[in-house]
């Protein structure tokens, strides 16, 4: 069975394109041009993953966002925007995206975030198999508690059925791919991930050292995993990557 897209877009050249291309890709897609009409197919038939275009009349894709998140819809939502500042990227973060596309944008970008929002993160592997060369030394500390089920590494624990995860006694409410990028950091807790092996883990694309896609994401991260008193658990390796560590 192809796989499912709901396509939001109010500009009828960038819908009419991207759900060709969509649909050559081997999408099923349905295209619509407002918020009103997202949220009515969202609701009856259940995608697979929604590409929503931020700016549109009525209610726009924040909204939509928001509506279906505080109805427990999880489908992984991709956010088409113009809008190139940081927070204008966060204000869709917030309102439960899992990721975001800047206008204009090459379509084999749109496909690869795709793939990446539609697949389960795998672990990297760090000894010498085929997955060497995702991270640098471990730092010493506590090994990571990793079952089918369940990551638990620096006070925080995952449930990777449920797609929960807590650091302590408090859950945090995470976005999809938050939640993947905190379970890969969490697997590899001690290793020092390079850009290049999160973005093709998570992404399943290295968007360049140019990009701030990474960035945003891990300080949104870091705010909603932070307490105060309570020691960082992400820390940046300057000119390498990231670490999940308690201090």
């Not at 396509?7 to 394109?17: F, Q, V, W, Y």
């Not at 500042?85 to 496909?111: H, M, N, Q, S």
């Not at 991270?135 to 590494?153: I, L, N």
Request: proline share 4%; hydrophobic share 40%; charged share 30%.
């Amino acid at each position: 069975m192809p796989q499912t897209v709901l396509l939001a877009e109010d500009d009828r050249a960038i819908r009419h394109a991207l759900e060709r291309a969509l649909t050559l890709e081997g999408y099923e897609v349905t295209a619509v041009a407002d918020g009103v009409e997202a949220l009515a197919h969202a609701h009856r038939t259940s995608p697979d993953v929604l590409v929503l275009d931020v700016m549109m009349p009525g209610i726009d894709g924040l909204q939509v966002c928001r509506v279906l998140r505080a109805e427990g819809d999880r489908t992984p939502i991709l956010m088409l925007t113009a809008l190139v500042e940081t927070a204008d990227r966060i204000a869709g973060l917030d309102a439960g995206a899992d990721d975001y596309v800047v206008k204009p944008f090459d379509v084999e970008e749109v496909f690869a975030r795709l793939r990446a929002l539609l697949r389960r993160t795998l672990p990297v592997t760090t000894g010498g198999g085929s997955g060497g060369g995702g991270g640098v030394a471990a730092e010493p500390g506590r090994e990571p508690q990793v079952s089918d089920r369940q990551v638990e590494a620096a006070g925080l624990r995952m449930d990777l059925q449920a797609r929960r995860a807590w650091r302590g006694k408090r859950e945090l409410e995470l976005t999809r791919t938050e939640f993947e990028l905190l379970e890969l950091l969490a697997r590899n807790a001690g290793i020092v991930l390079d850009h290049s092996t999160i973005y093709d883990r998570i992404w399943g694309y290295d968007f360049g050292p140019g990009s701030k896609n990474l960035a945003v994401y891990v300080g949104y991260l870091r705010r909603k995993l932070d307490e105060p008193g309570a020691p960082q658990l992400i820390h940046t390796v300057r000119g390498v990557g990231y670490v999940l560590r308690e201090d």
